[in-house]
């Protein structure tokens, strides 16, 4: 059993910055891929960015943030961070935490069995 917990969510101005964090607790070793999802209101959850490995290396990110955000993974802490800086009013969203219990890049919400409850990310114009 895995739980995630998100934080470091709020408001903040177009260019703005943010940091996420994500904890996880419960049977953590088990921890392989990583991953940040947003769902915005009336939209479908999207994949933002994944590490698909205990490393941190070779992260993965979705074209729309690309060269803005950046995921890492603090392994002694059992924490997963969202850097996001240079924000957009489209930026705006629920941006929750997934993991799955296996290695490698999946990018549909379905394939990530353990959820955060989610962190609201405003970005005002």
């Known amino acids: 059993q895995v739980q995630l917990v998100e934080s470091g969510g709020g408001l903040v101005q177009t260019g703005g910055s943010l940091r996420l964090s994500c904890a996880a607790s419960?049977?953590?070793?088990?921890?392989?891929?990583m991953a940040w999802f947003r769902q915005a209101p009336g939209k479908e959850r999207e994949f933002v960015a994944a590490?698909?490995?205990?490393?941190?290396?070779?992260?993965v990110y979705a074209d729309s943030v690309e060269d803005r955000f950046t995921i890492s993974r603090d392994n002694a802490k059992n924490t997963v961070y969202l850097q996001m800086n240079s924000l957009k009013p489209e930026d705006t969203a629920v941006y929750y935490c997934?993991?799955?219990?296996?290695?490698?890049?999946?990018?549909?919400?379905?394939?990530?069995?353990?959820w955060g409850q989610g962190t609201q990310v405003t970005v005002s114009s």
């Open positions: 590490s698909p490995s205990w490393s941190g290396s070779m992260p």
């Open positions: 997934a993991a799955r219990l296996s290695g490698g890049y999946y990018y549909r919400a379905s394939e990530y069995a353990y």
């Open positions: 419960g049977r953590t070793f088990n921890i392989y891929t």
